[in-house]
């Protein structure tokens, strides 16, 4: 008998034939695969031999503006202070163009990575530090085979 008190009091909540609709909310943002990356002195890049998506961290980034070629570098040096600081996370998309004064990640056959500001003047490239304390790094842009350059679509500020 108590089941019955118990399964009268379940039927009082439900009414029979009526459906219910339900919103379905897709979340915007995505894990995106999650690298090292320097601001300052240029610092060995490894993607320890994983294909492009996949590394062995990820962090959920919850921004829209990302595709599946989309990776995270995170941040060591102070290059970059006061914009992007220690442990801040650069969001790169490797289909975005780069502009002058927009930032870049950059990587070289030899491993080294960086994180600046991206600047063409004519056939010369030049990387720039926020922090006044780094000086500028020029490179000819017909010497660009060996260097990989990627736009730094977004910053998320470590917590």
């Not at 993607?47 to 990302?66: A, F, L, R, T």
Request: charged letters at 30%.
């Amino acid at each position: 008998m108590e089941i019955d008190k118990v399964l009268e009091q379940i039927h009082a909540g439900v009414q029979f034939g009526v459906t219910m609709e339900a919103d379905v909310i897709k979340p915007k943002g995505k894990f995106v695969p999650v690298f090292d990356a320097g601001a300052g002195e240029p610092s060995s890049f490894d993607d320890m031999g994983y294909p492009i998506g996949v590394s062995n961290q990820y962090e959920w980034v919850d921004y829209k503006g990302i595709d599946k070629n989309s990776f995270g570098v995170i941040i060591h040096g102070d290059s970059m202070s006061p914009i992007i600081n220690e442990g801040d996370l650069a969001i790169i998309k490797p289909s975005e163009t780069l502009e002058n004064g927009s930032f870049c990640f950059a990587y070289s056959a030899d491993g080294n990575r960086r994180v600046k500001r991206y600047y063409r003047y004519g056939e010369t490239i030049v990387f720039r530090s926020e922090n006044p304390k780094h000086k500028d790094i020029e490179i000819n842009a017909k010497n660009t085979d060996s260097v990989r350059l990627y736009r730094v679509t977004r910053i998320i500020k470590k917590v």
